[in-house]
C-alpha cells in the first residue's frame, strides 16, 4: 500500500480567500483523486489528476474553483478559491492501488469563516 | 448511475455484541465492492474488498460476502470491541476506476 501525506492537517480560513492542499505519495502512481466529505456526509469525488494531462472534473465541481496541479507523478494539489463558508469540509486525496482500491491520505480539515 | 445505500447509524452495541451493517448496491456492471473504514480525526483505511461474486473479503475479524443475487455486501463482525468504534463505508468501483461511496455507517462500542 502507499504512504499518503497531506499538508496542512487542518487550517481555519476566512471567506474570499485561498487555500493550496498538498498531496504526497510514497510512490509513483498514475492516478490520483481529489474528494470532499462535508460534516456528517460521505466522501464526493471533485476531480481526477493524471499526470501530464488536465484533471477530470466531476458535475458540481469547476476548474475555477478547484483549480488542481499534477506536476510528477508522487505530488499533487487542490486549491480551494474564494472560499465560503459552504466550502468548510474535509477535503482528501487518494491514489490508486491494485485491483480498483485506492489509498486515502489523512485529510486536510478546512473551516472557512 | 451506480449508487450504493447503506443502512443509517449510528449503530450502538455492546463489548463483544453481534455486529452487521447492511450495504446494497445498483451497478450496470460487475463492481468491485470495498468496506472503508474512518476512525476520529483519521482518513479512510481499506478495511476489507471483493472483486467478484460470492468472493468473501475478511479482515480483523470483519467479514463481507460479494452476493450478486441479492446485490449485497452486507459487512459482519462475530464480536466486536471498543476500538471498532469508528465510521464504515461500502464502496463499489466504476470501471473508470472512480469509487461511488454510500453514506457511513456510524458504529459505537461501549464497554
Known amino acids: 500500500s502507499a504512504v499518503i501525506s497531506q499538508k496542512p492537517s487542518r487550517d481555519i480560513c476566512q471567506r474570499g480567500t485561498s487555500l493550496t492542499i498538498q498531496c504526497q505519495v510514497d510512490s509513483q502512481v498514475t492516478m490520483m483523486f481529489w474528494y470532499r466529505q462535508q460534516p456528517g456526509q460521505s466522501l464526493t469525488l471533485i476531480a481526477t489528476a493524471n499526470q501530464g494531462s488536465e484533471a477530470t472534473y466531476e458535475s458540481g465541481f469547476v476548474i475555477d474553483k478547484f483549480p488542481i496541479s499534477r506536476p510528477n507523478l508522487t505530488f499533487s494539489t487542490l486549491t480551494v478559491s474564494n472560499m465560503s463558508p459552504e466550502d468548510s469540509s474535509i477535503y482528501l486525496c487518494?491514489?490508486?492501488?491494485?485491483?480498483?482500491?485506492?489509498?486515502f491520505g489523512p485529510g486536510t480539515r478546512l473551516l472557512v469563516l | 448511475g451506480d449508487s450504493v445505500t447503506q443502512m443509517e447509524g449510528p449503530v450502538t452495541l455492546s463489548e463483544e455484541a453481534f455486529l452487521t451493517i447492511n450495504c446494497t448496491y445498483t451497478a450496470t456492471g460487475y463492481p468491485s465492492l470495498f468496506w472503508y473504514v474512518q476512525y476520529p480525526g483519521e482518513g479512510l483505511q481499506l478495511l476489507l474488498k471483493a472483486t467478484k461474486a460470492d468472493d468473501k473479503g475478511s479482515n480483523k475479524g470483519f467479514e463481507a460476502t460479494y452476493r450478486k443475487e441479492t446485490t449485497s455486501f452486507h459487512l459482519e463482525k462475530g464480536s466486536v470491541q471498543v476500538s471498532d468504534s469508528a465510521v464504515y463505508f461500502c464502496?463499489?468501483?466504476?470501471?473508470?476506476?472512480?469509487?461511488?461511496f454510500g453514506t457511513g455507517t456510524r458504529l459505537q462500542v461501549f464497554p
Open positions: 487518494s491514489v490508486e492501488g491494485t485491483g480498483e482500491t485506492q489509498y
Open positions: 464502496a463499489l468501483s466504476e470501471p473508470t476506476d472512480k469509487l461511488i
